[in-house]
């Protein structure tokens, strides 16, 4: 498989061991792998033309979502160790090297995972909106947030509220993309969510159930001994992977540099694009990896 047709511009499918392994690619220049959030959430809202500019940009369709191929046993086996072995299994087929990988949120688990296990092909990490670790102080942080936004917000705090208490009850995709929906205000930074289309990026929003083990992540241990240059994202207004969580992975990891942006919630690269654009430039300019 020729890496050049690959990594050409356009919607792509490769098999990975029997599964479809949808991405896209858009952009010249250095490589950046993307993996999305949520488990579930569909690729489309992580799009950054700002660094399309400068890097090849290869976006994932996580498998169980969008055009990727699901398990057998969908909704269920789709652990963190399932989408790393997966990334892993995706670079060694289209022969990636060198390549710098970049994960939201619980793509920034993923990111984790594969990289502290194979760290081989990989040059460097950005961690955005991410942790080093999950579990109850992870979650009550997480509900206290939702909390402050809906105290905050007469008109949107209820919906909010209520999406956020509907969580575990969910059972099916359209379930889950209504809660996303209806949650959308709080993941960004108040005062800026007003200036954008919030509508248009919330229809466009699409998620799939996806049913790990349910245990909580922690890999703060296995970072330590990582050596992988690593960039790590966060917006001061995150109500679930905001700066505690930054700190948490900065400090766990032996060569990392932390930005916070001062205006953003989860979604930086929309909140402050031209700010994410300059702290990636930076990384790549500050380790000898030039842009196109």
Same mark, same amino acid.
């Given at each position: ?44 809202? /992580? #799009?950054?033309? *700002? ?6 940009? %290869?976006? !994932?369709?996580?498998?169980?979502? +969008? &055009? ?18 997966? /990334? #892993?299994?995706? *670079? ?6 060198? %390549?710098? !990988?970049?994960?939201?949120?619980? +793509? &920034? ?184």
């Amino acid at each position: 498989m020729s890496i050049l047709n690959t990594l050409s511009s356009g919607h792509h499918v490769v098999d990975i061991d029997g599964i479809s392994q949808s991405f896209h690619v858009t952009g010249k220049g250095p490589v950046i792998v993307v993996h999305p959030g949520g488990p579930g959430i569909h690729w489309q809202y /992580l #799009r950054m033309p *700002l660094l399309e500019r400068h890097f090849t940009m %290869v976006y !994932l369709e996580p498998i169980g979502t +969008g &055009g990727s191929g699901q398990l057998a046993e969908h909704p269920h086996g789709y652990t963190i160790e399932l989408f790393a072995n997966q /990334l #892993r299994r995706f *670079l060694e087929t289209l022969d990636i090297s060198n %390549v710098i !990988l970049l994960g939201h949120s619980h +793509g &920034g688990f993923v990111i984790q995972e594969h990289t502290s296990g194979s760290p081989d092909r990989v040059s460097g990490m950005i961690l955005y909106s991410s942790s080093a670790v999950t579990g109850n102080d992870f979650m009550r942080n997480a509900a206290n947030g939702i909390q402050a936004f809906a105290d905050r917000h007469h008109a949107d705090g209820p919906a909010v509220l209520q999406a956020w208490q509907s969580v575990p009850k969910m059972s099916s995709d359209d379930d889950y993309t209504k809660i996303m929906r209806d949650l959308l205000p709080a993941y960004f930074a108040d005062g800026v969510r007003e200036k954008l289309d919030l509508e248009a990026f919330r229809a466009g929003i699409n998620a799939t159930i996806l049913i790990g083990n349910n245990e909580p992540f922690d890999a703060r241990s296995r970072l330590q001994n990582l050596s992988v240059r690593a960039l790590i994202l966060t917006g001061d207004h995150d109500f679930i992977c905001g700066p505690k969580w930054g700190e948490t992975l900065h400090d766990s990891l032996r060569n990392s540099e932390l930005v916070r942006f001062a205006h953003s919630g989860h979604f930086a690269h929309l909140e402050q694009p031209e700010e994410f654009l300059a702290s990636v430039l930076a990384f790549f300019k500050a380790h000898k990896l030039t842009p196109h």
